[in-house]
């Protein structure tokens, strides 16, 4: 039975960082699923938001803006907090060796949608990789990191209500427990609960739905961010095509036609993304359009080339040139902005739990994530996670290692075919598209929950813990996380930041409180998890 100080769940930016900083504690094994090098952070190309003193900008600027994104649900104190830790993270990720861009001898600042000021710190248009991959080489060199890319976390270990492991699925296909003081949860968001995504195949909501069985508080998963631009591309998984293009002065136009985003908001192509997303689909469902047009081409050819050399790339192997014409984009699912709830230290409500990064809610982005937040937000509450917890081992009388135990592996017997899986898996896609997408009924809600409320029943129906294999977890992981997506939609009855009800289109006076998580039903299967 492996046993470590410190098991992290997840290799993007939260993760790695986190164990680096813990990597000074003790022990720690990180456990990714898709391979060392998968993570929606590693996808990430617009960049890291931050107030350098490079240009006229203030944290309170980057704050206001922030707290304006956030439609009403950020969390003042803790925006404030996490914004002006930002600097020290931006120096950290240099320290590690992180080149983001430079011109004249600072620092190349770009601009997105909702900032008031040019405050995005970048590496070209793969800042994500840069980050991810120097912090990946850094954990390596590490003789304390553990590195395992093929450990599927299927479920938590708690005793007496404290968590101590997690369950875990080799490459032979055997579930095995793995033990520590603390399980950092850094798995990332829920991306493939939906049929057009900007995230990868592994972003299957798997540390929402570990917590929320093993009964942690989650909040504000409906708020769900859906990106404005990815390239229409039919049969293709979606391509991104980074805010920072319209930072850069590209425009939205209608195919053949004319722009159209200020006539929903001032700021046009950089209002918040949810304005420009939703400015993108009423154009589209009203005109029976597959898509709109983005054009850059009005930029200078060698700015394009030079500032976005992976997007122009794959744009050229697809079909366009970026130089010369605009591309076909429609907006897809990209970032959760709800999570596991988290104090400032990252402990969830399960001693021993804690949560960092897009899997986390930490009151930062509201109803609304502000572009380029997510990455620093994953180095900061890695910080202070890791701060807190070597507070806590000098108290020392707290976090003992858990001493290894035989356990009985809590393995369910009947278990839905492959071929069952990938068409319920793709089913679900579909219909949280259609339902609890971007504009969402009542009715389209109400009828989606009972849906998922039905396949998970009749799929999963035995409240046990370890599936066979990974891909029937993630499944139930899905359908678990579409029925926290869509409760939590239905039960809010306004439209506030990423969250559209088209029943109830304006925000409510009184803001719900977050946390009323009681319309989320009770999970089938918790006290499984308790070892013997
Ligand atoms: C982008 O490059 O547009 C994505 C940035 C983000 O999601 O913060």
Redesign the pocket.
């Known amino acids: 039975m492996p046993v470590f100080d410190f098991l992290v769940i997840g290799t993007g930016a939260a993760g790695l960082s986190c164990a680096l900083e813990l990597a000074e504690l003790g022990e720690v094994a990180v456990l990714g699923k898709g391979g060392l090098s998968e993570s929606a952070s590693d996808w ?4 890291i ?1 931050a107030v350098t003193g490079d240009i006229p900008d203030s944290i309170e600027a980057h704050v206001a803006d922030t707290l304006d994104a956030g439609a009403g649900l950020c969390h003042r104190d803790r925006v404030q907090q996490i914004l002006g830790a930002a600097p020290a993270a931006i120096g950290r990720l240099i320290q590690w060796g992180v080149p983001f861009d430079r011109e004249d001898g600072r620092w190349h600042l770009t601009r ?1 949608g909702g900032h008031s000021a040019r405050r995005v710190l970048h590496q070209a ?1 793969h ?1 994500g990789q840069a980050i991810t991959r120097t912090l990946l080489r850094q954990a390596s060199l590490h003789s304390r990191i553990h590195l395992f890319g093929q450990a599927f976390a299927g479920d938590l270990i708690l005793r007496e209500g404290s968590c101590q492991g997690v369950w875990a699925l080799d490459t032979d296909g055997q579930w095995e427990a793995w033990v520590a003081r603390a399980v950092i949860l850094a798995s990332g968001g829920l991306g493939q609960l939906y049929l057009h995504t ?1 995230n990868p195949r592994g972003a299957t909501g798997d540390g929402m739905a570990l917590a929320y069985r093993a009964g942690a508080q989650l909040a504000g998963l409906e708020f769900v ?1 859906f ?1 404005p ?1 990815t390239l229409y591309d039919p049969g293709q998984p979606a391509f ?6 319209r930072g850069e002065g590209a425009i939205l136009r209608l195919p053949g036609g004319g722009r159209f985003v200020e006539r929903y908001d001032p700021r046009a192509e950089l209002a918040p ?1 949810d304005i420009v997303t939703r400015a993108i689909q009423r154009e589209m469902m009203a005109k029976g359009l597959s898509h709109v047009e983005l054009d850059i081409s009005g930029q200078p050819a060698e700015k394009i080339r030079s500032h976005f050399p992976g997007i122009y790339a794959h744009c050229l192997a697809r079909g366009y040139d970026l130089t010369r014409s605009p591309v076909p984009v429609v907006p897809a699912a ?2 959760s902005c709800g999570g596991i709830v988290t104090d400032m230290n990252g402990e969830t409500t399960i001693p021993s739990l804690y949560a960092v990064g897009e899997v986390a809610w930490t009151g930062l982005h509201g109803a609304n ?7 620093l937000e994953c180095i900061v509450m890695a910080h202070f996670t890791a701060r807190n917890i070597a507070r806590k081992l000098a108290g020392r009388s707290r976090m003992p290692r858990p001493r290894p135990r035989r356990q009985d592996i809590p393995r369910c017997s009947q278990v839905p075919d492959t071929w069952t899986v990938t068409e319920t898996r793709h089913r679900l896609q579909a219909g949280m598209w259609e339902d609890v997408g971007i504009l969402r009924s009542p009715s389209g809600m109400a009828s989606a929950l009972g849906r998922w409320e039905q396949w998970l029943k009749a799929l999963f129906p035995e409240p046990c813990s370890l599936l066979p294999d990974q891909e029937a977890s993630e499944l139930r992981n899905l359908l678990q996380t579409a029925i926290l997506v869509t409760a939590g939609a239905l039960h809010r009855q306004e439209s506030r930041g990423c969250h559209y009800d088209t029943a109830f289109p304006h925000p409510r006076t009184e803001p719900l409180d977050l946390f009323q998580s009681r319309q989320w039903p009770e999970p089938q299967s918790r006290a499984v998890l308790a070892l013997a």
Do not use: C, F, M, V
């Open positions: 990430a190309q617009g960049g938001a997105e248009d800042t900007s961010q990106h631009t991104l095509l980074s805010e920072a293009l993304r990209h970032y994530r502000l572009a380029s937040n997510s990455l």
